[in-house]
């Protein structure tokens, strides 16, 4: 979900493994500091975003198992 997202322009993906204070406070503060930016991501957010894709998933699973 993370790298889709990032693809989309919805987040950014940051490896857990390379963090740092210095590496991820600069980040956090330029996100802080660029509006344009954090807009832009809330709105890729919401138009990328699948909030029933769970509900959807297991739907299908129940469907195709039905059907054997």
């Known amino acids: 979900n993370s790298l889709a997202m990032t693809s989309a322009g919805a987040a950014v993906n940051y490896e857990e493994t390379k963090a740092s204070t210095e590496t991820f406070a600069p980040l956090v503060v330029s996100l802080w500091r660029d509006e344009e930016r954090r807009q832009a991501m809330a709105w890729e957010m919401r138009r990328t975003a699948r909030p029933e894709s ?6 299908a699973v129940i469907t195709l198992a039905e059907r054997k």
């Open 54 to 59: 769970g509900k959807e998933i297991a739907e």
